[in-house]
């Protein structure tokens, strides 16, 4: 590129503020007219390849000249890392390091097992459900719901102490803001790993029926470090309760500001109804705004532009979500839409893992809390939100209803 184009290549992150609250930045319209494949420029000066199509994410996702490893050369980190660099978990890894680890940590998720805590996860959200009703209105529903229901689910499946919740929520907090600092990332990092470190260890000497427990017997086996299981148990705790709880806050924000889709699934008990619904709000919402992050190992063509080997990759996956040529008027939300396509858990070997747990997590919610509570509904002016426009994850800070 010449010095003239260089300078004019837009820095990434886009700025969140949306012409829609709940539509991507308006930059990164501006950057998908340009083609599927432009540049972007990161904080460092660096300026990897930003990926908006849905065909060339999902191509870039499965190919196996890409890497997810972070410790790469050319690797896009989105936000400036601490001295020395940060601690991979397996996310951050390629096969077959990365698959090995994936292994230990698949069968909690598997869908069978994941089916069998829906009676559990429901009592829990009929419970929350029933504090609301027989508690003050307006609530900030985020404080009172949204974060409770994932957090509780992720503290039964891993084997965390929910009283401990204050701690891994404002901790995570840290880790995912944008304008945290390095350090504060950093010592975010250190804290929680800490504390799963202390809980693998407990788990050594008192096993339970749990994730952490599972992952102690592999420590003991020696299949595994201790070391490694605490920042597999951070990454899971983590991503298990902050992604649901804004997808649960957003996705009903969503659903108020559309009364004619809210009034549809209102309108019936029809478990499909509500399973579309999931998958609609996953693809038209994408919470996770930082893209998912590789680096060419090899020369590879993209959309008929050659990406070189040491160049970094950004998959935008709100804007692959939102392209026309995979989904009609992709602006708008239509919960009867068959969205299952959609890239909002990624593409390829690294696709979500906790995908079975959100989905019946969002499922029940979405099937139980507008049913229960009929005429919920926003306690305060729609530009008077706090959205995290800041955030790694996307969302509100706090959501008031009432009803």
């Not at 292994?103 to 829906?118: D, Q």
């Not at 499922?363 to 009929?374: A, K």
Request: some cysteine; overall charge negative; charged content about 25%.
């Amino acid at each position: 590129m010449t010095t003239e184009s260089l300078a004019e290549v837009p820095e990434f992150p886009m700025a969140r503020e949306a012409r829609c609250p709940f539509d991507p930045a308006p930059g990164l319209y501006a950057q998908r007219e340009q083609g599927p494949l432009t540049r972007v420029r990161l904080w460092d000066g660096s300026i990897p390849w930003l990926v908006t199509g849905y065909a060339e994410q999902r191509a870039v996702l499965a190919d196996p000249r890409v890497s997810a490893d972070l410790s790469n050369p050319g690797y896009p980190a989105t936000v400036p890392l601490p001295a020395g660099g940060v601690k991979r978990s397996f996310i951050g890894m390629d096969d077959p390091e990365h698959a090995r680890l994936r292994r230990m940590v698949t069968a909690p998720f598997a869908i069978k097992r994941i089916e069998a805590m829906r009676p559990s996860v429901q009592k829990i959200v009929d419970d929350l459900i029933d504090d609301l009703l027989a508690g003050p209105k307006p609530v900030d529903l985020v404080e009172a719901f949204a974060l409770p229901v994932p957090s509780l689910v992720i503290c039964e499946l891993l084997g965390v102490p929910y009283a401990d919740h204050d701690f891994f929520q404002d901790t995570s907090k840290t880790i995912i803001n944008r304008t945290s600092t390095p350090e504060e990332r950093q010592a975010g990092h250190q804290a929680l790993h800490a504390y799963l470190d202390g809980l693998v260890g407990e788990k050594l000497a008192n096993p339970g029926d749990d994730l952490l427990s599972g992952l102690a017997e592999r420590v003991k086996a020696g299949e595994l470090a201790q070391d490694e299981a605490a920042r597999m148990g951070a990454l899971m705790l983590i991503a298990g309760h902050e992604t649901t709880a804004n997808m649960i806050a957003l996705g009903t924000l969503t659903l108020l500001q559309h009364p004619d889709q809210l009034a549809l699934l209102r309108g019936g008990d029809d478990p499909k109804l509500v399973a579309s619904t999931v998958e609609e709000l996953l693809r038209y919402l994408n919470i996770v705004h930082n893209g998912r992050l590789r680096v060419a190992t090899e020369d590879l063509e993209v959309a008929g532009q050659t990406v070189r080997a040491g160049e970094g990759l950004i998959m935008v996956n709100e804007m692959g979500n939102r392209d026309p040529g995979a989904f009609p008027d992709p602006d708008e939300l239509d919960i009867r839409r068959d969205a299952r396509r959609h890239v909002a858990f990624g593409f390829g070997v690294h696709q979500c893992l906790g995908q079975p747990l959100a989905r019946m997590e969002l499922q029940v919610v979405y099937g139980t809390l507008y049913r229960r509570i009929p005429t919920l509904k926003l306690a305060t002016e729609l530009d008077r939100v706090p959205f995290k426009h800041n955030g790694l994850v996307y969302g509100v800070f706090e959501l008031p209803v009432t009803w």
